[in-house]
């Protein structure tokens, strides 16, 4: 890769997995499956390519809606994945951080989250944010709660403080792919002057190289914040 700008964060919307599997005529939850194992080789180069923070959307609030029969394989993926899974995740090197709602996932799958989470909190080659039974909006109310419970005003930093992502720098860039352009109720307070990328590609196919072509094109983008140009 040509020397280039890199992001500090990176957040990807991981959609497609479905539409993969369908056009190999394969089921849905195989989708599921093949981009979980992307997941590990995509977050995995873009730390090897000096990438600090990676969030990444694996399940959405909305997405519980979906029939039980997905929302269990899915369940039972991230028990693979927080448990049998966790040397590997640990080879990464980074702190896995889990952003969302983690309550209303079986209690075997809570605590395997937060043994991961204790695990790694030593590690500092980066930092992995795993967004679970994760919306924006929730997320939102959430601390607009919090902050008429402690009975006081916010300011951006102190709003920002009470997000699920507290603490945590907002993302550089936003990956999707699949195709669709939109944010699917993710990171919509964060992402005020987040770049965004959206690659046709679906997530299981998405490669290395396809994340060096959106480092490239970030890279290649004038962020203003508002103010003008500089000579
Ligand atoms: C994204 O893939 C993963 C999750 C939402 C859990 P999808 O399951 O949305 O795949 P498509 O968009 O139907 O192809
Ligand atoms: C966004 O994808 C959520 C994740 C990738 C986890 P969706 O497939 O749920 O988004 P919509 O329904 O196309 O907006
Ligand atoms: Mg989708």
């Not at 005529?25 to 995995?44: A, D, E, L, T």
């Not at 770049?195 to 490669?207: A, D, I, R, T, V």
Request: hydrophobic share 40%.
């Amino acid at each position: 890769m040509k020397r280039i700008k890199l992001p500090v964060h990176i957040a990807f919307i991981m959609d497609g997995n479905g539409r993969w599997a369908k056009r190999r005529f394969r089921p849905r939850g195989y989708g599921h499956k093949m981009g979980v194992q992307n997941m590990f080789k995509i977050c995995s180069h873009a730390f090897d390519l000096g990438v600090r923070i990676v969030t990444v959307y694996a399940l959405s609030t909305e997405n519980l809606s979906r029939p039980k029969e997905e929302v269990d394989e899915l369940f039972d993926l991230f028990r693979t994945f927080f448990g049998k899974k966790k040397d590997k995740m640990q080879e990464m090197g980074v702190k896995i951080n889990v952003v969302g709602d983690i309550t209303v996932l079986p209690p075997d799958i809570q605590e395997s989250i937060l043994e991961m989470m204790d695990e790694t909190s030593h590690l500092v080659r980066g930092l992995l944010n795993i967004c679970i039974n994760y919306g924006s909006r929730q997320e939102i109310i959430r601390a607009v709660n919090a902050a008429v419970s402690y009975g006081r005003f916010v300011d951006e930093q102190s709003f920002s403080s009470l997000l699920e992502t507290g603490g945590i720098p907002d993302p550089d860039l936003i990956i999707r792919t699949g195709g669709e352009l939109r944010l699917s109720n993710f990171l919509l307070y964060q992402a005020a002057y987040s770049e965004l990328y959206f690659s046709g590609k679906m997530w299981p196919e998405f490669s290395k190289r396809d994340l060096e072509k959106a480092i490239e094109n970030y890279s290649a983008r004038d962020r203003r914040f508002g103010n003008v140009q500089e000579e």
